[in-house]
C-alpha cells in the first residue's frame, strides 16, 4: 500500500501539477479502480487535494508535513542568508540542492532569481541528473568512492553521453573538483549556460549540498565569482555541521 501511495505522489511533476484518476492509474502503473480508489482516501486525509470535477493534486496537508521538522526545510533555512549575499552579491540565479544517492540525481531546494537575467532550469523540486550540472558534480567530487563509483558506472543522462565526455574526462574533472573546492561547467544542458558550483560540507567533511550559480558563459569571472560562493559555503557548512549533523 505505501508502495502505491508513493507511486501517486511521484506521478505528479512540472508538466502534471494536476490529474484525474484515470491519468493517475496510467502515470503511476496502477488499475483504474486502484487509483481512483486511493486518491479519493489521500484527498480523505489531506495528501492529495480535490480540483474541480475529477482531477487531483497535491494536498496542503502533505505540504504542511513536509514543513514540520525536515532536515531539508531546516538546510533551505540555514542557506536562505548566504544564498542572498551571493546573490546581491553577483546578481545571478543562485540554487540550493542535495544529491538524491539512490538515483544519481540532483534535487533543488531553495532558488532565488535576479530579475532581468536569463532563465534557466532550476526550479525548487526539480530533479537533474547530477552528471549534467555543477552542483551533481561538486556533491559527486566530495560524495562517498562507493556512491561516486555506483553514478559514475550507471547509464549516463542523454545531455551527458551527447557531451562528448568520457568517464576518464570525467573522472579527472572530479578529482580536479577536490582540489579546487568548486566546478565549473559549460553548456551541457543548455549550450550558451555556464554552472559554478560550490560543495556545503558536514560534519567530517560529509557532502550535505551544493550551492550554484547558473549564468550565460559571457558573464563568467571565476576569480570574482569563486570566492563569493566558496565563503558562502564555508559560512553554510560551519552551521550545517553543528545544526544539521548534530
Do not use: C
Not at 511533476?13 to 493517475?24: F, G, K, N, P
Not at 523540486?125 to 550507471?154: D, K, Q
Not at 563568467?220 to 559555503?233: C, G, I, M, T, Y
Amino acid at each position: 500500500m505505501i508502495t502505491r501511495v508513493a507511486r501517486v505522489l511521484q506521478s505528479f511533476d512540472a508538466d502534471h501539477r494536476e490529474q484525474t484518476s484515470a491519468l493517475l492509474a496510467q502515470r503511476a502503473d496502477l488499475s483504474a479502480s486502484t487509483a481512483h480508489r486511493l486518491a479519493t482516501s489521500m484527498a480523505e486525509v489531506g495528501l492529495l487535494d480535490r480540483v474541480g470535477r475529477g482531477r487531483f493534486r497535491i494536498g496542503l496537508g502533505l505540504w504542511e508535513a513536509g514543513q514540520r521538522g525536515s532536515l531539508y526545510q531546516s538546510l533551505s533555512e540555514l542557506a536562505l542568508p548566504f544564498m542572498e549575499a551571493i546573490h546581491v552579491t553577483l546578481k545571478h540565479n543562485v540554487s540550493l540542492s542535495i544529491l538524491d544517492e539512490d538515483t544519481g540525481e540532483v534535487v533543488y531546494l531553495e532558488r532565488l532569481t535576479h530579475q532581468g537575467v536569463r532563465e534557466d532550469l532550476t526550479k525548487v523540486a526539480l530533479r537533474h541528473p547530477a552528471l549534467s550540472v555543477s552542483s551533481g558534480l561538486v556533491m559527486l567530487a566530495f560524495a562517498t568512492a562507493s556512491v561516486r563509483e555506483r553514478i559514475l558506472t550507471s547509464p549516463w543522462d542523454e545531455a551527458t553521453r551527447r557531451s562528448g565526455v568520457t568517464e576518464g574526462h570525467l573522472r579527472r574533472r572530479l578529482a580536479q573538483a577536490r582540489l579546487d573546492g568548486y566546478v565549473h561547467l559549460r553548456g551541457v544542458m543548455v549550450d550558451s549556460l555556464s554552472g559554478l558550483a560550490v560543495p556545503v560540507l558536514g560534519e567530517h567533511g560529509r557532502v550535505v549540498a551544493a550551492m550554484a550559480i547558473v549564468q550565460d558563459q559571457a558573464d563568467v569571472n571565476l576569480k570574482v565569482q569563486v570566492p563569493v560562493l566558496l565563503s558562502a559555503a564555508r559560512g553554510l557548512s560551519r552551521m550545517a555541521a553543528v545544526q544539521i549533523d548534530h
